[in-house]
């Protein structure tokens, strides 16, 4: 049975031996060692240095890895700028929502003459365009290599994606519904061919008169897709 009343168990007898030999500074280490562990136990996980997070209206400035990590909607243009070099923007799953509609307005705006950008794992809603580059039209301005994956995309006012000078292009499992216009790509003038993958996307909605779009696409890969629209797919290069 258990131990009677008034006697002390063997197991605490030795607990009690073991701290009575020790000297103070050396109950006082255990002491801070327990009280460490116990606090490390406590600690939520700590997230990737190098990650930063977005959950408002943001200009990225240096290259690096974004998170989004909630939902929100902003009347900003654009409402997430990409004015560095070497930007992957992981959307998180979460919804970016842009109430501004006027004229070249944007959720996401690539900055002229930027380049290795990847846009990935979300839902952008609203706006004029969904995700624009050299919009204006002045070209020349920088070959882009662009990696657009996993982006739902929806009733933009206009085109879902304007993206102009493009050198390489990977466009996957992507989807654009309920804009005037799908998705349009272009290759830089000066050297007017781009390459790349366009895979597993859908782009459909109302009145698509171009679901997908690609000016000057040679060498790539387009495979898997269900398009829409008076053009569903028009290539040239």
């Known amino acids: 049975g258990g131990v009677p009343s008034g006697w002390v168990s063997g197991d605490r007898l030795r607990e009690e031996r073991v701290s009575s030999m020790m ?11 327990c009280l460490l562990v116990g606090l490390l136990l406590t600690l939520p996980a700590r ?8 959950s408002k209206a943001t200009t990225i400035t240096e290259a690096g890895t974004y998170l989004v990590t909630r939902s929100f909607t902003s009347a900003t243009d654009p409402v997430i700028l990409i004015a560095a070099d070497d930007v992957t923007l ?14 070249l307005a944007s959720i996401i705006k690539i900055a002229d003459g930027k380049t290795r950008i990847t846009i990935q794992n ?7 365009h969904g995700i624009i580059h ?23 006012s206009n085109t879902g994606m ?30 007017p061919t781009f390459g790349g993958r366009a895979i597993g996307n859908r ?10 779009g690609l000016t000057g696409f040679v060498g790539g890969e387009v495979r898997g897709n269900l398009l829409s629209g008076g053009y569903a797919l028009s290539v040239s290069g």
């Open 23 to 33: 000297r103070p500074g050396q109950r006082n280490v255990r002491l801070r060692l």
């Open 90 to 103: 992981d959307l998180g799953g979460q919804l970016v929502s842009s109430t501004n509609v006027g004229a």
């Open 47 to 54: 997230a990737d240095e190098g990650r930063r997070n977005i």
């Open 203 to 212: 782009l459909e909605g109302k009145g698509l008169v171009t679901g997908l």
């Open 134 to 156: 050299d919009v204006t039209g002045s070209y020349g301005a920088g070959a882009l290599r662009l990696r657009l994956e996993n982006i739902e995309l929806a009733n933009t």
């Open 162 to 191: 304007v993206i102009r000078d493009l050198q390489y292009l990977e466009l996957l499992s992507c989807t654009v519904i309920g804009c005037l216009n799908g998705i349009d790509f272009y290759a830089l003038p000066s050297l």
């Open 122 to 128: 979300g839902r952008l809603s609203g706006s004029y």
